[in-house]
Nanobody
Framework: QVQLVESGGGLVQPGGSLRLSCAAS????????MRWYRQAPGKKRELVAA???????NYADSVKGRFTISRDNAKNTVYLRMNSLNAEDTAVYYCNVVATTDYYSDATNYWGQGTQVTVSS
């Protein structure tokens, strides 16, 4: 079992920056992938950024060039640096981790509790 604790959300003015953190704890063998999703009111949850075990990163078109996903292996933490924020970035951001907890089972998705990001002047 893996527990994810998110932090770093808040209120920021347009053009500002925030860094979200997601710390993983619990019993697991390895983390295969780390992702950030977001969900605005009335909209579906969308994938924002993903970091694979090999190190490759992928981003939604709407955040390319502005957001950066990274990982600190020593802290089992994934980050999302968000720059040049605008109103369309307002959403609840969720951390998602794909982790292996058993030698003979497939990897499992785990979710953070969500952190609110509000971009407003």
């Amino acid at each position: 079992q893996v527990q994810l604790v998110e932090s770093g959300g808040g209120l920021v003015q347009p053009g500002g920056s925030l860094r979200l953190s997601c710390a993983a704890s619990g019993s697991f063998l390895s983390i295969n992938a780390m992702r950030w999703y977001r969900q605005a009111p009335g909209k579906k949850r969308e994938l924002v950024a993903a970091l694979a075990s090999a190190g490759s990163a992928n981003y939604a078109d709407s955040v390319k060039g502005r957001f950066t996903i990274s990982r600190d292996n020593a802290k089992n933490t994934v980050y999302l640096r968000m720059n040049s924020l605008n109103a369309e970035d307002t959403a609840v951001y969720y951390c998602n981790v794909v982790a292996t907890t058993d030698y003979y089972s497939d990897a499992t998705n785990y979710w953070g509790q969500g952190t609110q990001v509000t971009v407003s002047s």
